[in-house]
Nanobody
Framework: QVQLVESGGGLVQAGGSLRLSCAAS????????MGWFRQAPGKERQFVAG????????YYADSVKGRFTISRENAKNTGYLQMNSLKPEDTAVYCC???????????????????WGRGTQVTVSS
């Protein structure tokens, strides 16, 4: 069993930065891929970034490449999403997910995650 808790969201002006954290409880975090997903009002959930269980592989949605960086510290059972050059269209609820699936790692569908956090709101004003 893994519980995920996101933090670090908030209100920021366009061009600003935020760093999201995903704190995990449970012993399976270090053996699981981790992904960040987002969902804006009225839109479907969207893959943002994924990192392999050991941290050696990372994947990004085209819309965030070059602006967002995903990382993890397995010793701290924590994952991160550094978001720079934020745009109003990045506004969404951001959730982290864990699982040994290509859905979590690369957003490949159909697929699933084993565990989800509740999310943290990110609002980017223009």
């Amino acid at each position: 069993q893994v519980q995920l808790v996101e933090s670090g969201g908030g209100l920021v002006q366009a061009g600003g930065s935020l760093r999201l954290s995903c704190a995990a409880s449970g012993r399976t975090f270090s053996g699981s891929h981790m992904g960040w997903f987002r969902q804006a009002p009225g839109k479907e959930r969207q893959f943002v970034a994924g990192i392999s269980w050991a941290g050696g592989r990372t994947y990004y949605a085209d819309s965030v490449k070059g602006r967002f960086t995903i990382s993890r510290e397995n010793a701290k059972n924590t994952g991160y999403l550094q978001m720079n050059s934020l745009k109003p269209e990045d506004t969404a609820v951001y959730c982290c997910a864990c699982g040994l699936t290509d859905y979590v790692l690369r957003g490949e569908t159909p697929g699933r995650a084993n565990y989800w956090g509740r999310g943290t709101q990110v609002t980017v004003s223009s």
